[in-house]
């Protein structure tokens, strides 16, 4: 998939939240279970449901166990991004595998899907500008100001959706190197985080 197609996916799926706007509604991929398309369905759900739960816990009346439940929830649906990440990781370096590696390649600072985790946040930023950009309820200056961060946003996404495809591209040819270094999150591990293994 190019980053045309992967960019549209994300779109269906961020409309497709929309139509109920619940973060407790479950999604319905329309993508063969283990197929890539079904993981990036997936990886675009979790991010939109988790932008939504910073927005429930952003007012400064909410209730503080309810704040409480939504925030070990965002934690958890961090970790899930975390390890979607990965795994689309995985996808590319399964694709590359056999790719003779040039001996002048190089490391890109960041690989494919932390790339692809980028453009799905974008899309979600887009669309909720794109929201901002049609509100009539909303003067003249604020409107200027939405249509300014959506202009800018749509070029970002133009100048990401090239930088993902020319990696993509050059990994293919061997002139840059695919490496993984793990995500080493301590927060969520009972054996890491000093307050949660002090409690034991």
């Excluded at 973060?23 to 932008?51: C, I, M, R």
């Amino acid at each position: 998939m190019d980053t045309k197609e992967i960019f549209a996916l994300f779109e269906r799926q961020i409309v497709d939240y929309h139509r109920t706007d619940s973060v407790d509604a479950p999604t319905v991929n329309p993508y063969a279970e283990g197929t890539f398309e079904h993981l990036l369905w997936e990886k675009s759900y979790v991010d939109t449901v988790q932008w939504h739960l910073e927005d429930l816990i952003r007012p400064e009346d909410v209730d503080p166990v309810e704040a409480l439940r939504l925030k070990r929830w965002i934690d958890r649906s961090n970790q899930r991004r975390t390890d979607m990440v990965e795994r689309i990781d995985d996808h590319y370096m399964q694709q590359f595998a056999a790719v003779e590696v040039r001996p002048d390649a190089k490391i890109n600072t960041e690989t494919p899907a932390w790339a692809i985790d980028r453009l799905s946040i974008l899309a979600l930023k887009i669309y909720h500008f794109g929201i901002e950009v049609e509100r009539k309820d909303v003067d003249e200056a604020h409107h200027a100001r939405c249509l300014a961060k959506y202009n800018t946003l749509l070029e970002q996404k133009s100048d990401l959706m090239q930088a993902i495809d020319d990696l993509l591209q050059e990994l293919a040819a061997g002139q840059k190197k695919m490496k993984l270094y793990r995500q080493m999150k301590m927060y969520n591990d009972p054996s890491l985080n000093p307050m949660l293994y002090n409690k034991k």
